[in-house]
């Protein structure tokens, strides 16, 4: 009864403390980021230079095979700091140094207190770009790609330079499959045609060291096989 009654005397100073909580809740919740999504579609119809759709006896589609491609690209830093250049998501986080913080550290007054671990605008985009985007394979040929930002333009600006980043990284790499195959097979015709020379020479030679075989080698074992091999 006096814990009734003293509640009911002082009902102010009792419901200080869930007015408190309350308020920073709310406060907690409202200093968060806000966080904009952004969505594109890309056909592909081809496979990366170098690789295969054909998985021993398993057909992998075209946009598997991709999704696999565009994954391994955004774990790399390179990737990701091309696409946050091209789009304006480096230049957003230069000038919102707090714009990666979340819980406590995006409190106004206390996040300085977090901001050392961040790193550097290039660790952020490493380490954030790969978790922002999401790819999902919802064709043979179609991968949709969802992407997540701090502001609605550059969440846009970021999808379009993904979108012009990867087929441009995936035409380097078959240009660089091809060079290669070009390098290897004139090797092999340069080869090729050292063995024919070095077989003609041999012919001719032997040819004048034996005036008497005739020129199709007719009656001469070793005359006919050197014919037939440079025929």
Do not use: C
């Not at 009654?5 to 102010?12: K, P």
């Not at 714009?99 to 961040?118: D, M, R």
Request: glycine content about 10%; charged content about 10%; overall charge neutral.
């Amino acid at each position: 009864m006096r814990f009734l009654d003293t509640l009911f005397r002082h009902r102010i100073i009792a419901a200080a403390p869930l007015v408190l909580g309350l308020a920073v809740a709310i406060g907690f919740v409202a200093a968060q980021p806000r966080v904009y999504q952004s969505t594109a579609s890309l056909w592909v119809s081809t496979t990366v230079g170098g690789t295969s759709n054909n998985t021993g006896s398993q057909y992998v589609a075209a946009s598997t095979q991709q999704k696999g491609v565009l994954t391994e690209l955004l774990s790399t830093r390179a990737f990701t700091l091309a696409v946050a250049h091209r789009g304006s998501l480096y230049a957003y986080l230069a000038s919102h140094p707090n714009a990666e913080q979340t819980g406590l550290g995006a409190v106004p007054g206390i996040g300085k207190l977090f901001a050392s671990g961040l790193g550097s605008i290039d660790d952020q985009i490493a380490a954030g770009l790969p978790a922002a985007v999401n790819i999902n394979v919802t064709g043979p040929n179609v991968l949709t790609l969802t992407i997540q930002g701090p502001d609605a333009a550059v969440t846009v600006a970021t999808a379009n330079a993904l979108l012009y980043e990867y087929p441009h990284e995936v035409l380097n790499a078959t240009a660089a499959s091809d060079r290669q195959a070009v390098d290897y097979y004139s090797q092999q015709v340069t080869g090729a045609e050292a063995t024919l020379l070095e077989a003609n020479t041999a012919l001719s030679t032997y040819l004048k060291a034996h005036p008497k075989v005739p020129g199709n080698g007719a009656g001469d074992a070793t005359g006919t096989r050197l014919n037939q091999v440079v025929a």
